[in-house]
């Protein structure tokens, strides 16, 4: 490979580095998702490493975004491809090591790219050594006051502790074989059996994932992203559940006894003045899967700096489902805590396939999202309105029009590596599935995690590794280099184009102050199906939800994802930026 950062040519002038001043740039930057597995492969092994992403980090950096975020690259037996950790500061080998994190930071500083990491705390990996060490000890000894240890029910103690499920299915509880070889007490894991939830009402983890903390903003991470924010604390005696065959599966939000507990908010006050101490101040960025008004709770003055928005990833393409849900993130958001608005990630059906199914109830589309299609071998209803006159799916019609719509909304925006691309799902065969949900569960997430396409040729997976390398550890698809970074490179209608489009306007605009973090919102729907989003009367964000054309409003059209009509209507499908 060369030595340049990204081995294909740019179309665009370079970006000058524009790093967002002081400790507030969480509030409006656009956030770049890496799941570093499969971004970019270095050194030919057939999974993407922490130097592949620093030889890529170019694309970003041209793309417009302000910072990367990094999903798990620490030490970890990769039962849930890092998110079961280890080692929380250290880097896994597979990934490469401290020196080839810090040379990835110096090349984002060099770009001007923030870098996120991501922050475990409910759970560690069973092979994590206090928890081996637990093992060892045996029942009532110090070491298992670490995490969730009890005996089981029923006669010889072999009925869990309490009827909790597992988010990915089955019981929430595992029985260890004690030092002597007896059977012997349960440990909890809300996932999977490889990974033990933390007891964080032992007063020593507190300060344990204090120094985890400390340790890698002194690396250099200008935020940490707390996956399961709402998590951590347990209802005092684990108690047993109501109902536990209603839970909805994959989401801990279902279990009441197992998230969102008062105590909580005391971790992320610890946090938020480890946080603010640093110079310059550091971000708290939290996975917290609640309903808005819970959410909002989390980003008081002294907690976290902002909670993932999760509405927008279960809306349906629908005007009044994006309107409600736009409308309660914001009503919930803090005052000086911005929404993140994401409609892609590495948990959910991308959205170039996901718009472009039916159309289902909401209940129906949460699940539906979490995974269950687009690639878990489940039944799937053919599309209902979900595909074009010419018979091809509207899916990435409307995905380039969330795009841009996200991208227009006040506060951050977070998107998935691929989605400037508007990769679709891909349907992994089921014997090619690595998804620790998809033998428990039946749900595989996959699909999104596919390695991306660099280039054209084939060759390394489409210049994902080097020529020669180990097949990537998912499968790419046919086709997969006509999706390629190369190809859309050459395509001024693509994907690529309008999302640096999108990032070069939407940066002039908030340097020119046209636009702000906090502006005010309007919201309105008309009779066409049409989203009206108007920002404190200057800039207004229009999408075609429906199944005719809108009519614009007054102002000077910036920017569409799709082509107007001859009589300049904006299309079904198809969202506008306008400078009133």
């Known amino acids: 490979m060369d030595e340049t950062p ?29 799941y570093p597995r499969s971004f970019a492969d270095l050194d030919g092994d ?43 500061c250290d880097v896994d080998p597979l990934f490469g090591d401290l020196a080839a994190f810090d040379g990835l930071v110096a090349q984002a500083r060099r770009l001007g790219l923030r870098v996120v990491v991501d922050l475990v705390p409910n759970h560690c990996s069973a092979a994590h050594p206090l928890f081996r060490a637990a093992l060892a000890a045996g029942p009532g000894s110090p070491e298992r006051a670490r995490f969730h ?38 440990y909890l894991h809300m996932y999977a059996p490889e990974q033990p939830d933390w007891n964080w009402r ?16 002194d690396r250099g991470a200008d935020g940490l992203r707390i996956d399961v924010a709402h998590g ?37 006050r610890r946090w938020r003045a480890i946080a603010d101490s640093c110079d310059p101040p550091r971000a708290l960025i939290g996975e917290v899967n609640l309903e808005p008004d819970r959410a909002g ?66 209940g129906d589309v949460d699940r539906r999202v979490q995974g269950q299609a687009g690639g878990t071998g489940r039944h799937v209803r053919e599309p209902v309105g979900g595909t074009d006159r010419h018979g091809r799916s509207r899916g990435p019609a409307r995905a380039r029009a969330a795009l841009l719509a996200v991208l227009g909304l006040p506060g951050a925006a977070y998107l998935y590596q691929g989605q400037e691309l508007g990769l679709p799902q891909v349907d992994v065969a089921p014997q090619d ?13 996959d699909g999104c995690r596919v390695p991306l396409p660099w280039r054209r040729d084939p060759a390394g997976a489409h210049g994902f590794s080097p020529p020669g390398a180990r097949p990537p550890w998912l499968p790419v698809p046919p086709g997969w280099g006509e999706l390629s970074v190369q190809a859309q490179e050459a395509d001024p209608s693509s994907s690529l184009r309008l999302c640096r489009s999108a990032l070069r306007i939407r940066r002039e605009l908030h340097a020119e102050g046209v636009l702000t973090a906090g502006d005010a919102v ?6 066409e199906g049409g989203l009206v989003v108007d920002r404190a009367g200057r800039f207004t964000l229009v999408l075609a939800m429906g199944e005719g054309p809108v009519r614009l409003p007054p102002g000077r059209l910036l920017l569409a994802s799709g082509t107007l009509t001859g009589d300049g209507l904006l299309p079904p499908d198809t969202s506008a930026w306008l400078l009133r």
Not at 159 to 178: D, L
Not at 433 to 445: E, F, H, K, N, Y
């Open 6 to 34: 990204s081995d294909v040519p740019f179309l665009f002038p370079p970006v000058t580095p524009q790093v967002p001043a002081g400790g507030t740039w969480w509030r409006d930057s656009v956030v770049y998702q890496i």
């Open 46 to 88: 057939g999974v993407g490493d922490l130097a592949g992403i620093t030889r890529r980090l170019g694309h970003v950096a041209e793309l417009g975004a302000q910072a990367i975020w990094l999903t798990p690259f620490q030490r970890s037996p990769q039962a849930d491809h890092g998110y079961d950790v280890s080692d929380y």
């Open 149 to 186: 240890f009890a005996p089981g029910r029923g006669p010889g103690g072999d009925e869990p502790p309490n009827n909790w499920p597992s988010v990915f299915g089955g019981s929430a509880w595992t029985r260890v074989t004690e030092p002597d070889g007896s059977p012997g007490e349960w």
């Open 202 to 217: 032992d007063p020593r983890t507190a300060p344990f994932f204090d120094d985890v903390v400390r340790f890698w903003f």
């Open 232 to 268: 951590l604390f347990k209802a005092e005696g684990l108690p047993d559940l109501e109902h536990p065959g209603a839970l909805e599966p994959m989401r801990l939000r279902a279990n009441p006894l197992a998230c969102d507990r008062e105590e909580v908010h005391d971790v992320y």
């Open 297 to 362: 709770r989390y980003t008081r003055p002294d907690e976290l700096h902002q909670a993932f928005a999760f509405a927008f990833l279960v809306a349906p393409w629908d005007a009044r489902a994006w309107q409600a849900a736009g409308t309660a993130l914001l009503a919930g958001s803090a005052p000086k805590a911005p929404v993140t608005w994401v409609v892609d990630n590495h948990d959910v059906e991308r959205s170039a396939s996901r718009y472009g199914r039916v159309r289902e109830p909401a």
């Open 433 to 445: 599935r690595r998804d620790p949900a998809w033998p428990r569960l039946g749900v595989s997430r």
């Open 522 to 527: 309007e919201w309105s729907v008309d009779d």
